[in-house]
């Protein structure tokens, strides 16, 4: 029986640097070269096998705004 673990990645940064992009590469296994700027934030999941385990990521893309920098001081996060 495999173990599912679940993983909270929040990415944060500036606009404009691929955040998006590289989260849509990873849970979508897609590349797009035009991709629309988030607004807010995003969420996405993706399933991955390690081993004889499965890791959830629940993956929170946000918008590049400023007041999302506060997030990457919080211990909780997204």
Known sequence: IMAIG???VCLLG???VGKSSIVCRF???HFYHNISPTIEASFMTKTAPSGNDL???LIWDTA???RFHSLGDSPEGC
Do not use: I, S
Request: proline share 0%; charged share 40%; aromatic share 6%.
């Open 64 to 66: 590049g705004q400023e």
């Open 6 to 8: 679940e993983l909270k």
């Open 14 to 16: 500036d606009t404009g």
């Open 55 to 57: 890791h959830k990521f």
């Open 27 to 29: 849970a979508q296994d």
